[in-house]
């Protein structure tokens, strides 16, 4: 099993979460693909979005729904930050996961998060489990408990 893909298996387990961590036949690389292999509504993907804090230097991570885009305005404004681009190597360093299949759990530090009120719309949600192949179901509210996210508007 893949590093990545332990993590988050740890990171769900220590919760006391008994999540399923699906192997996907296609890639789940995008929300669109995760979408069409899940068989489920683009807007049930999360997509966890990284974006750098300009002012800390750090990663912010937003739970996105898989159809709808950020805002980077509203973005910075809920962060209380400008935000940047997140090269691919500082994802890598902070989350510990590849972009693509970035998990909202699991992370090599702690991330401050924010979730799109979208996501509460479903009973169900799908996230990456780390890889671009590797996807888990979760309900929205145990996983905004379970990332610390605050809902905010921060979509177009
Ligand atoms: N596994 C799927 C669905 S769960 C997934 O990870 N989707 S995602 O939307 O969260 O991740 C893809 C996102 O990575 C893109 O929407 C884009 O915002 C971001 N991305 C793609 N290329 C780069 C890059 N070079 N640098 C920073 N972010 C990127």
């Known amino acids: 099993m893949s590093k990545s893909l332990a993590r988050v298996r740890t ?3 220590d919760a006391g979460l008994a999540v ?3 192997e996907m036949e296609a890639s789940t690389r995008t929300a669109e693909e995760a979408a069409a292999a899940v068989g489920c509504a683009l807007d049930q993907i999360v997509k966890s979005i990284v974006f750098r804090g300009e002012g800390s230097g750090h990663v912010r991570l937003f739970l996105t729904a898989g159809g709808n ?3 980077p305005e509203k973005a910075a404004r809920v962060a209380g930050e400008p935000l940047g681009r997140a090269d691919p190597a500082l ?3 902070e989350t510990g996961f590849a972009i693509g299949g970035v998990a909202p759990v699991g992370h090599l530090r702690p991330i401050p998060c ?8 479903f009973d169900t949600v ?3 489990a780390g890889t671009p192949r590797h996807v888990f179901a979760i309900a929205p509210a145990v996983l ?9 508007d921060f979509t177009l």
């Open 69 to 71: 885009r950020i805002c």
């Open 91 to 93: 994802v890598r360093a």
């Open 126 to 128: 799908w996230a990456a």
């Open 20 to 22: 399923d961590l699906r």
């Open 11 to 13: 990171a769900l387990k």
């Open 114 to 121: 924010w979730a799109d009120p979208r996501l509460q719309q």
């Open 144 to 152: 905004l408990r379970l990332t610390g996210a605050t809902l905010a």
